[in-house]
C-alpha cells in the first residue's frame, strides 16, 4: 500500500470512529523509525545492528477511556483502528474520572531536526574508521578496557487527529559516548566516561559526531583523568559542598526535577510501575522547590536537541515555558489530558494549556506525559572556576555510575565517576567512588551556585525509561555547573 | 503453532543461504500483548500490539552484522532484503580479534508446556471486572492503579549450521496493583503472575490487602534512623538482590573483566553464606522455562552458588569465545533464577517472633549498583513495608534506605522461609520476554544498613 494510500485508510477510519461516537481519535503513522548501533570493545565490534521498524499507532478515546492499538502490517490498518476502538469501549466500562482531550483546533505543520549529514547516509566503513580512530586515541598500557559506543536514530511520522490536525515529523539523533576502565590500588575497576552532548545549536547529524568539543576531542582528558583516579584515595563519609559538572548534574535535574514534575506522575497514574511525586497540585504557585538561584525551563527553544521535536503527540506545538521560577514551582511536564484532570480534579485553572509533552517512543506504544528539554537556567555565579574558587570544603563530581531514587522522588542516592577535592578554593586531588545523597527540597534549597552560560551544555540522555507497557525516551537537558553546601557525601564505615 | 506460511518463508531462505555458503542466524519473535492500566480507580488505558520481530545475524570470519525487521512477513523477498542487509553489514564490519563460536539448533526443539489459550485470549473485559471486583471490595475511597500485561510469545530459531528447528511458544501475565490512601500518601501493592488465566484470582488480592489495611490505617509511619537492623526481605526484595547479585557477579564477562564482586573469587570458593544456595533451572515451573538459548544451544539445570561456594559462572556467547570458554546456554533474556528454600516456618512473622525489632521490607524500590567491584547496592523500601515488634506487625515504616553489600546481607542470613514463591521479573521495554524467579518467600538478614530515611511513605 502507498504511503498516500495508508494515509487516506488513516483519515477513513478516523471518520469512521469519530462519527461512532469517539470522543477523539489520533494515529500515529511511522513511515520509517531505524536505529543503528556500533559498539567496539577492546577494539572489537560487539555490536553492528540496525532495526528498521514501521507501522501504526492509534488511539481512541471514548466516554472517557483510551484504548489503544498497534499494527505493523498496513493491511490490518482497518482492523487496528476497530481493536483501538473495541478496548476503548471496554476501558469505558470502569471510569471514575473521565478522561478528556478538551475542545482543540486543528493543527497543520511539519518539524525537522536540524540534520546536515544524516548518519545513516555515511558508509558504515567510514563510520567504523571513525570508531576505530577514537579507540585508538583511549589506548594506553594502564587502561584495561576501552569502549566506543554510538547510536543513531531517526523517525519519520506522520499524525492525524479527529480535530483535523496533520502533522509530519522526520527527527533525528545522535548518541555516543567513549569509556576507558583500569584497576585501582584496591583492585577494583574504576571507569571515566564522556557521551556526546550539544551547545543546544548546530546540526543534529554526523557532524555532532565528529566534532571534536562535543564528542571526538576527548580522549586525552579521559585517559589522563582515569590515570589519577586509579591513584586516588576513596572519598570518606562527611558533609561537604558538591558541585556537579553537567555529567552529573543533567542526571541529578533529570531524576529529581524532571520525573517528579510529569503531571501523570504527579496525578498517580505511573504509581504501579514508576512511581508517585511528592508534588501535589497544590504545590504549583506555592512550593519552594529551592533556592532563588533555580530556574527551570522545559523545551527551553533549544534548537538541537533529543528533547526538541516540534510537535507532541497530542498534537500540541512544543512549548517553552519555565517549570520552576527563582525557586517557586510555578508548572509541570503536561499533557492535554492531564491537564484537563488536573483542573478538573483542583476545581481550579492549575495549568492554563497543554506543556507539549505527550510522547511516545514508537508507533506500538501509546504517549505518556515525559520529558522534553528540562534545562536549568544559567547564573550569574560566573565560571566552573570562579565557583570552585568561592568554595571552602566540597568536591567537584562527574559523570553518574549509580541512581537510586525514593518512589516519589522525595530523596536520592547517587554514585559518580569521579570527584576532585576542593580546599578554600581549589582543586587539590581525586577521589574516587564518590557518592552523595539526600532529599530533593532541601538539596534544592540548598543551591548556592550556578554557573553562567559559559558552563551550560545540553547533555543527552538516550534512556529514560517510564511507563507500562514500558518506554525508553530521548531527552535533553541544559544544565550549568552548579553548587549545593551541606550535602551528605560517601558512606558512613 | 508458528504460521505456516512464515515458517515456509523462513526455512526457504535459510535453505538458500545456506546453499550460498552464508553463516546465519534467522531469529522470528511474535508477541500478541495485552496491557491493562489503572489510574485513580479507572481503566487508564487498555492496549494491544500484534508484532513480528525477524532478528538476522550474519558471521562472515571474524566479521558480525545484525538487521532486526518490524513488520508483515508475507513473502520470500522481505525475508532476503533482511538476510542481505545483515550480509552488507557483516561485509563492511571490521574483523573482531577472536574467532565467534558459529550459531546452532543443537537439537530440534518445540516446546509449549507453558502455553494457555484462555491467556493468550484473554477477554480485556474480565480485567475491568477483577479490578472493579478489588476496587469495589477493598473500598473505593483508596486511591487505585495498576497494571495487567498478559500474552503471547512465539520465538522460532534457525541456523546455516543444520535444519533443526527450535520453537517455543508460552503465555505469561503479571498483575499489580497499588492501593493509595489519598491523604496519608501510603501505598499497599500486590502482585501475581503465571502463565494459566487461571493463576489469577481477585481472592489472593482481596485476602492480602486486607490484612495489611488496618495496619496502615491506625498506625504513624515510623522512621527508622540510619543504622544497623534485623530485616526480612520478602520474596520481591530477595528477587531484586539475587537478581542484582546474579547479574554483577556470576556473568563470565563481569568476571572475566574484573568488574564483579566476585573477580577475587574461583570456582569453589565461598562468595555469599552457607546458606544461600542459586540455580539456573529451566525446568523450574515457578519460572518461564525456555529449553534453548538465541544461539541454538539447549538449558539445561545450571548451578551458580551451592552453599554459598561459587560453582559456575555464566558464559554467553561472545564472551565464551573472547576468553577460550564454552558457552552456557546463557544468551537469553529469559534465565530461570532459583534460590534454594530454607528451614523457616512459613510465616516470616513467627520466624522473627524471638528477635525484638525488625524492620520487614518485602520489596526495594529503583535498586542499583554503586560499587560492582565491592558488591554494593542501594534501594529504598516502598509498599508494604512495617515495623515488627517480638513477632508482630506494629506500624508502617516510612520510605528507608538499604545501602549494603551482598556479602552482608547474604552473608548475615539468619533464616530462610520453607516455602517458595514466583517473583515476576519481566518488563516490556522492548520485546516481549517474560522472566521470573522461584525464591524464597522470605530471608531474615541481620545488621543490614539503613542509610537514609524519609518523614513519608
New interface residues.
Given amino acids: 500500500m502507498t504511503e498516500v494510500n495508508v494515509k487516506k485508510e488513516i483519515a477513513n477510519n478516523i471518520s469512521r470512529i469519530t462519527s461512532e461516537g469517539a470522543d477523539y481519535v489520533d494515529a500515529r503513522y511511522y513511515l520509517d523509525d531505524s536505529s543503528e548501533t556500533l559498539l567496539l570493545y577492546d577494539g572489537d565490534l560487539e555490536a553492528n545492528d540496525t532495526t528498521v521498524e514501521s507501522g501504526i499507532g492509534v488511539r481512541v478515546l471514548w466516554e472517557g477511556a483510551w484504548g489503544f492499538s498497534a499494527t505493523s502490517d498496513p493491511s490490518g490498518i482497518d482492523a487496528c483502528f476497530r481493536k483501538a476502538a473495541a478496548n476503548a469501549r471496554t476501558a469505558s466500562r470502569l471510569v471514575k474520572v473521565p478522561l478528556s482531550m478538551g475542545v482543540g483546533e486543528a493543527v497543520k505543520g511539519s518539524y525537522a531536526s536540524p540534520v546536515e549529514v544524516d548518519p545513516f547516509s555515511v558508509n558504515l566503513q567510514d563510520k567504523l574508521a571513525f570508531l576505530t580512530r577514537l579507540d585508538n586515541d583511549l589506548k594506553e598500557d594502564f587502561i584495561i578496557k576501552r569502549m566506543v559506543f554510538v547510536n543513531f536514530q531517526k523517525k519519520k511520522i506522520h499524525f492525524q487527529n479527529s480535530e483535523g490536525s496533520e502533522i509530519n515529523k522526520d527527527l533525528a539523533s545522535v548518541f555516543g559516548t567513549i569509556m576507558v576502565m583500569a584497576l585501582d590500588s584496591d583492585g577494583e575497576m574504576q571507569r571515566r566516561s564522556m557521551s556526546l552532548y550539544s551547545t543546544g545549536d548546530g546540526t543534529a547529524g554526523w557532524k555532532m559526531m565528529t566534532d571534536p568539543e562535543l564528542f571526538a576531542g576527548h580522549a586525552v582528558r579521559v585517559k589522563s583523568e582515569l590515570a589519577e583516579l586509579i591513584k586516588a584515595e576513596p572519598l570518606e563519609y562527611g558533609r561537604r559542598s558538591v558541585i556537579l559538572l553537567p555529567g552529573q548534574g543533567h542526571l541529578q535535574v533529570h531524576e529529581t526535577i524532571g520525573h517528579p514534575l510529569e503531571l501523570d506522575r504527579i496525578l498517580g497514574y505511573e504509581l504501579s510501575y514508576a512511581g508517585g511525586s511528592f508534588v501535589d497540585l497544590d504545590s504549583f504557585g506555592k512550593l519552594r522547590y529551592g533556592s532563588d538561584k533555580l530556574s527551570v525551563s522545559s523545551y527551553g527553544s533549544i534548537a538541537n536537541s533529543p528533547g526538541s521535536f516540534g510537535f507532541d503527540d497530542d498534537g500540541t506545538p512544543e512549548r517553552d515555558y519555565l517549570l520552576i521560577d527563582r525557586g517557586i514551582l510555578v508548572n509541570a511536564l503536561t499533557s492535554r489530558a492531564m491537564v484537563n484532570e488536573a483542573n478538573g480534579r483542583a476545581g481550579r485553572e492549575v495549568f492554563a494549556q497543554s506543556g507539549g509533552a505527550a510522547r511516545a517512543t514508537s508507533f506500538y506504544r501509546a504517549p505518556i506525559d515525559r520529558m522534553t528539554n528540562v534545562n536549568i537556567l544559567p547564573g550569574n555565579d560566573g565560571s566552573e572556576e570562579q565557583i570552585i574558587a568561592s568554595t571552602e570544603d566540597g568536591i567537584v563530581v562527574d559523570n553518574p555510575v549509580s541512581w537510586s531514587i525514593g518512589s516519589n522522588r522525595e530523596h536520592f542516592h547517587f554514585g559518580c565517576e569521579i570527584a576532585w577535592e576542593v580546599k578554600n578554593g581549589e582543586k587539590t586531588r581525586v577521589l574516587r567512588n564518590p557518592t552523595y545523597q539526600g532529599h530533593t527540597l532541601e538539596f534544592y534549597g540548598s543551591l548556592s551556585a550556578v554557573g553562567d552560560k559559559s558552563t551550560w551544555i545540553v547533555e543527552q540522555v538516550n534512556n529514560c525509561g517510564k511507563g507500562e507497557p514500558n518506554q525508553v525516551m530521548q531527552i535533553g537537558h541544559g544544565v550549568p555547573v552548579i553548587k549545593f553546601d551541606d550535602v551528605i557525601t560517601g558512606e558512613r564505615k | 503453532m508458528l504460521d505456516a506460511n512464515i515458517r515456509k518463508i523462513l526455512m526457504q531462505v535459510r535453505d538458500e543461504a545456506a546453499e550460498s555458503g552464508i553463516q546465519a542466524t534467522l531469529q522470528l519473535h511474535h508477541e500478541k ?1 495485552h ?18 520481530r525477524l532478528d538476522m545475524e550474519v558471521t562472515e570470519g571474524r ?10 512477513i508475507n513473502d520470500v523477498d522481505t525475508v532476503r532484503g533482511i538476510l542481505n ?1 545483515a550480509r552488507e ?2 561485509r ?7 574467532d565467534p563460536i558459529l550459531d546452532e539448533v543443537e537439537t530440534s526443539i518445540s516446546e509449549d508446556s507453558q502455553f494457555d489459550l484462555d491467556l493468550a485470549d484473554i477477554d ?2 474480565m480485567k ?1 471486572e477483577a ?2 471486583n478489588i476496587i469495589e471490595r477493598l473500598g ?1 475511597q483508596y ?1 487505585f ?3 495487567w ?1 498478559s500474552g503471547l510469545m512465539q520465538v522460532y530459531l534457525l541456523t546455516t549450521a543444520n535444519r533443526n528447528e527450535a520453537y517455543h511458544r508460552g503465555t505469561d501475565q503479571i498483575f ?3 492501593l ?1 490512601h489519598p491523604q496519608a ?1 501510603w ?1 499497599l ?1 500486590h502482585n501475581q503472575t503465571g502463565w494459566r488465566a487461571s493463576d489469577f484470582t481477585v481472592d489472593k488480592t482481596i485476602d492480602t490487602l486486607s490484612k495489611l489495611i488496618p495496619v496502615f490505617e491506625d498506625n504513624d509511619g515510623f522512621k527508622a534512623e ?1 543504622g544497623e537492623y534485623t530485616v526480612i526481605f520478602g520474596p520481591s526484595a530477595v528477587a531484586e538482590i539475587i537478581g542484582m547479585a546474579v547479574y554483577t557477579g556470576l556473568a563470565g564477562r563481569s568476571w572475566e ?3 564483579s564482586w566476585t ?2 573469587y574461583k570456582i569453589g570458593e565461598k562468595i555469599l553464606g552457607d546458606k544461600i544456595s542459586v540455580v539456573d533451572d529451566p525446568k523450574n515451573p515457578q519460572t518461564f522455562m525456555f529449553g534453548f538459548d538465541m544461539c541454538g544451544r539447549r538449558r539445561n539445570i545450571f548451578p551458580l552458588v551451592e552453599d554459598g561456594e561459587l560453582m559456575n559462572l555464566m558464559y554467553d556467547s ?1 564472551t565464551a569465545a ?1 576468553y577460550g570458554k564454552k558457552p552456557t546456554g546463557h544468551d537469553t533474556g529469559s534465565p530461570s533464577i532459583v534460590m534454594d528454600t530454607g528451614f523457616g516456618p512459613a510465616d516470616p512473622l513467627e520466624a522473627v517472633k524471638d528477635m525484638g525489632r525488625v524492620l520487614y521490607i518485602p520489596a526495594l ?10 558488591g ?1 547496592f ?3 523500601s ?1 509498599f508494604n513495608a512495617v515495623l515488627v515488634e517480638d513477632g508482630k506487625i506494629v506500624s508502617p515504616i516510612f ?1 528507608s ?1 538499604v ?1 549494603d553489600s551482598f556479602g552482608n546481607v547474604l552473608g548475615n542470613v539468619k533464616v530462610i522461609s520453607s516455602v517458595s514463591e514466583s517473583v515476576n521479573e519481566s ?3 522492548g520485546r516481549r520476554a517474560p522472566v521470573a524467579m522461584s525464591v524464597p518467600s522470605y530471608v531474615v538478614s541481620e545488621g543490614v ?1 539503613i ?2 530515611s ?1 518523614d ?2
Fill in positions: 500483548s496491557l491493562m492500566r489503572i489510574g485513580n480507580n479507572s481503566v487508564s488505558l487498555n492496549t494491544s500490539e500484534d508484532l513480528l566479521k558480525q552484522g545484525s538487521q532486526t525487521y518490524l513488520g508483515a542487509a553489514k557483516a563492511m564490519a571490521s574483523p573482531k580479534t577472536y480485556p473485559g475491568v479490578y472493579r473505593g486511591n492503579s495498576g497494571s500485561s499489580s496493583i497499588v493509595k500518601k501505598e501493592t540510619p573483566e574484573k568488574q573477580t577475587k561472545a573472547k524500590h529503583y535498586m542499583n549498583i554503586p560499587s560492582r567491584s565491592k554494593i542501594t534501594g529504598s516502598r520510605s534506605r545501602t518488563n516490556t521495554y544498613k542509610t537514609d524519609a513519608s511513605f
